[in-house]
């Protein structure tokens, strides 16, 4: 997200000699047999046999809480099990905690990564590493001629005293996997390591996997993205309701065989739609600078409008202000300049609250820190923003029969797997939390809706419920402002293309024009309009 | 769930068995290491906690001093059991008592001519807002400066005191009296009895707000909005709530209800304006919110539980001959012995 984004830098740098691959013969390492895990009212893991080779990438496919990470954290010792047996290199070990897990060779990096910002990439690693005695000036010498070696032998390219709060998301990553790697891990587990990745990352960390693999490291990789699991892992297996359906060679597997594996029917994956019947303009930004986090100018000019009835995709790598752009709109952070309307009215550094009352409706991108309460009840949650209306406020008084009773629909609807709308969020998996969100936000009937990332983290039948409704919501005449790196769901559900490019819109775009080679150039910064002529362009849809 | 280090399913006990085995646990823990503390002066620790649990229940008189010693505490921490909701850390309470104590004290003193009434009304209200002045000074320099709550709570308390003092030692000094107190409060000023005990109005009060602040917290959309804000105040802004609104009502709020027990202890007890007229009341109620896990009838037994240990104290002091020292650790030893139990049980069960 921050600085220069890094295309395929690190891996080109790297060269393997081919004759250094290990003999990849079927040495198991680690085997996990029976395992089933119980929480109140689910059964995530339900009796799973799962094995893992030596040098091995062995990915994890399932659908949203069919129980992947779950049982990653079995492994990982952050949860026991009530039954079944995990076997390292033969015999069976028991751990209790990921201190147990971490002597034993085995690392994870959690989807949400757990690192001072303020310290450098080496404190991030030493710390909490030898707790008896200090780290002497020669010890922090030796730490760093360790890390710096570490990182070039696997390409990381991290350099051990920058501090973590200046690097981007796909860095913060390597620099997890370095601290695994650091604290001797034989067998790396990652948990949809790739969802908070722009593609050119996500390209960069595939490739770093293989080269952990060859270099005799087994790698546990779970991602609900069928090209990326075919592409990097020798082995497939697919979980479904906690059990294990099959475990398939990659190179005897293909999308449609796999889909049809995770969620047990045909699933389409393309949506098709109608084209778009564009009404009157509902959301108007002008010429808009803001701010990022560092204060620092991000945003520069930025003019555009949505229309009723019609998705205005805005395309970018990640990090050239849509976050920003998003914010600003959705009252979370101020404009320095310009202006912002909904429905002619304006909410130009307004409140959330005020924006929400002129119908604006958000699926943040950072959905932990904006949009999940995470010790709230499911039910709770599905009301946060309309919690003083009717029916949810009846004379002042909270109706939590009315609270419960949207929330028994919308999760239904919606799909979000749960034993009970009084659980707690934090406990829905990670792609359940995210239908939550989407059913909170369009069931506000907004005249605008910003969907920030909205398939982050969903698996593919879930991406295909919820682009039928984005495209549903479209054409019961909402205005729909589509911010996403995957440029495949851009050019599924647009109507309309916008290019951000370092704070800049650098091009609109119709959908039946749209050229992806001309997008990608576009995107890295290769061909610019002025500004005046884009909204122009912009206009005439 | 990512964030949990150890989970242990066995321990998946029913939370009610926990949270009510694990404060008694505690204070049976808290009661054996007290016993050696008794054994190491040479008495004896029956006949000592004997003492003390007749000092805290043992007949009327002890069960209403118990009372009267759980009705400010309960008061306070309603107020800050509100504000913890919101993770504002109000450790000012004892200041707003003081505070509170001051202005309803200065009607207490200056306005006796009004109907008696009207006096007691005007002083009580004037209390409140007394505590509820303090506290938005915290809250207008947390939302306006970004001054953390924590330090400038906790800054004036000191403040409200040493005025406390000053004022009892100069204007506010009994006219020809040469101890630094106000001149004694006027009859019509002790808060009126109940049924005939000394139980008064201010231990009724309290125990109404319990219901008030349950459902201010879980029946309104206001409370909803309080939790929203502890839950995480970024994912609130989010969603509309006006945090720093959020910020100045809990303060305030929690403020006006340690004023409020201010008035009640100087009017029922001390009937004048001086130094010490609080007895760390304002930190020991922060204890009681925390150990009655933010639940306004957890926080009542906490009360309760803190009351009748200071009173059982107090008589293991006066009655067994215990030294004050001896009985003020004991004390400490079981409330901490409690709390640490309690946290414990509750890591576990969370995790
Ligand atoms: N700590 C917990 N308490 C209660 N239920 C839980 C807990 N953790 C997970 N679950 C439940 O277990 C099931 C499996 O969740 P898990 O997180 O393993 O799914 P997942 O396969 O990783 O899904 P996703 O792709 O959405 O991340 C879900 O129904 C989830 O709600
Ligand atoms: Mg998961």
Redesign the interface.
Known sequence: MRGVPIIGGAAKKCFLKKDTKLSQASETILEMRGIVK?F?GVIANDGVDFELRKGEIHALLGENGAGK?TLM?VLYG???P?EGQILLNGKPIHL???RDAIALGLGMV???FMLVQRFTVAENIILGQHSPREPHIEDQKAVYARLKKLSDRYCLSIHPEAEVWTLSVGEQQRVEILKALYRGAEILILDEPTAVLTPQEAEQLLEIIRVLAKEGKSVVFISHKLNEVLSVSDRITVLRDGKVIDTVQASQTGQEDLARKMVGREVLLQVSKNPAQPKEAVLVVEGLCANDARELQTLYDVGFEVKAGEILGIAGVAGNGQTELEQVI?G?RKANAGRVAICGEDVTNA???EV?NCGLA?I?SDRY????????TIA?NLV??R??QKP??RR???NWKAIRQQAEELVKSFDVRTPSIEMAA??LSGGNAQKMILARELARQPRILIAAQPTRGLDVSAIEYVHRQLIAQRDAGEAILLFSTELQEILTLSDRIAVMYEGRIVGVMDIDQADINELGLMMAGGKGLPSCEILETGGAA | MSKSTTTNQERHLPQALVSIGAPVLGCLIGLIIGAFLILLAKADPIGAYQTMLKGAFGGERQITETLLKAGPLLLIALGLTTAFRAKIWNIGAEGQYYMGALFGGLVALYLTDLPRPLLLTLMLLAAIVGGMVWAYVAAFLKVRMGMNEIISTLMLNYIAILLMEYLARGPLQEPGGYLPVSAQFDKVTKLPLLFGTRVHLGVLIAVLLVPVIYTLLWSTPLGFRVRAVGSRASVARYAGVNVEKIIVFVLVLSGGFAGLAGIIEVATLHTRLKGGISQGYGFSAILVALLGRMNPIGVTVAALFFAALIIGAESMHVVYGLPVSLADAIQAVIVLSVLAVDATARRRMDS
């Open positions: 119980k109140p990470t954290n952050l949860y026991e009530d209790k905690t990921a959690h989807q949400h959705a979370l409140s959330p609250k929400g958000h943040p820190r904006m949009g999940v309460l995470s010790d709230f709770e946060l923003q919690i003083g949810f406020t002042g008084w909270l934090g406990k």
